[in-house]
């Protein structure tokens, strides 16, 4: 009889973070692999974000911060919504957090009872699916494959809500799809959201600034729905700061003052010495990181190439983020050395294990049929996986 938790139990391991750790775990027996399952910007943190955060540690920022963040980040933060984005959050509409997947946990947690729906349209990022769980909720997936560029119409939103719907999340850029959700495809989602006062989104802008299709567009910003839209953000992948663990909301103020509180009884704040480097972040002028968006977008035409040559990889456009979501559900049924490969899981295990490639399957994102590949890699890595991949695929039988 195990004594962990139902909860503990119930929870799925992340399957990006999966993929991940058997990559590594090849490589440490000696085997060259490449490993494009990450979401990580290859990167280095800008200086002039590194130098904010040693001033930081020479003005003595090692003291507890406001649970919420400091005054003059939220400040900074609340700009940076105005100018980029036309969104009106005062400072204490803002909550800073390790990371914007705290920010999302610390909302649904606050505002998901047990037996919930919360709408998750899919492919949605791995972790959505599991936190909704962990408070409770029920998760309601919506699917938009590869011929609807993996977005939700209005009509599937409109069908899917029920008396019991609290809550719909989804991203943009999307991961693991890369889609972007235009201001007129965001128009159409409000216009049913304005109509169900008792719903709210959370709007998930961790990818903003690897837009590849022009102005990012913000749900929050359509007045009648703005009071219950969660905006979540962070600087992990528009500034390559996955490992200075900083995200924060933009939400109404009840529900920051609820953030505030339940990350009161969990992390506190986060790290100090982050968020001075953030604040530095903050106040940028976007178009210091613009040259990743460059490169990002340049590997995306790379890969996009590439795949075009290997026969059961159907792809869409992506415009933005740093993935590609190809179905390759054509190459389902096909064997070699009499295993089938019947799923994305098994074809990523294939390639992992023929072609010493590490990606991560759909089922993880909610579409079995597709699987993803982090382009937040050197170009040289890039055409040598993509080799690989292509010999591997041309192994298979039937």
Not at 58 to 85: C, M, Q, V, W
Not at 107 to 118: A, I, K, M, S
Request: aromatic residues 8%.
């Amino acid at each position: 009889m195990s004594l962990l938790s139902d909860r503990i139990q119930d929870l799925s391991e992340s399957q990006t973070i999966a993929m991940n750790r058997k990559s590594r775990e090849m490589k440490e027996r000696g085997l060259d692999v490449i490993s494009l399952s990450l979401g990580e910007p290859d990167f280095n943190t800008p200086d002039f974000v590194k130098d904010a955060a040693k001033q930081g540690i020479d003005d003595n920022y090692t003291y507890y911060p406001p649970i919420a963040g400091y005054k003059d980040l939220r400040e900074a933060i609340s700009h940076k919504f105005k100018r980029d984005n036309n969104l009106d959050y005062s400072p204490e509409q803002i909550v800073v957090s390790t990371g914007a997947k705290q920010s999302i946990a610390n909302v649904v947690l606050c505002l998901v009872n047990p037996g919930d729906e919360v709408l998750l349209p899919a492919p949605y990022w791995v972790s959505y699916y599991e936190i909704v769980k962990l408070a409770g909720g029920i998760p309601v997936i919506i699917e938009a494959g590869i011929e609807a560029d993996f977005k939700i119409s209005s009509k599937q939103l409109e069908d899917a809500i029920t008396p019991n719907t609290k809550m719909l999340i989804f991203s943009t850029p999307c991961n693991p799809s890369g889609s972007v959700y235009s201001q007129s495809e965001l128009a159409e989602l409000a216009k049913v959201l304005q109509k169900h006062e008792k719903v709210v989104t959370v709007s998930d802008e961790i990818y903003e600034l690897i837009n590849f299709g022009g102005t990012h567009a913000s749900l929050a910003s359509f007045p009648k729905i703005y009071d219950r839209v969660v905006t979540v953000n962070g600087v992990s992948k528009g500034f390559a700061m996955t490992g200075w663990r900083c995200g924060y909301i933009g939400a109404p103020l009840w529900i920051a003052q609820a953030c505030d509180k339940m990350q009161g009884q969990f992390t506190s704040a986060a790290s100090s010495i982050t968020q001075r480097a953030v604040l530095a972040a903050m106040k940028a002028d976007p178009q210091e990181v613009s040259f990743m968006r460059d490169a990002f977008k340049q590997r995306r035409d790379l890969v996009l190439g590439l795949l075009d040559e290997i026969p059961g990889f159907k792809t869409n456009l992506p415009k933005g983020a740093f993935y590609i979501f190809p179905d390759v559900s054509a190459l389902f049924g096909k064997t070699y050395q009499g295993q089938t490969i019947e799923s994305s899981n098994d074809l990523c295990m294939f390639l992992l294990e023929e072609g010493h490639v590490g990606l991560v399957p759909g089922e993880a994102f909610g579409n079995s049929n597709c699987l993803r590949i982090s382009y937040a890699a050197s170009e040289e890595q890039l055409r040598e996986a993509l080799r690989r991949i292509k010999e591997a695929v041309a192994k298979l039988n039937g």
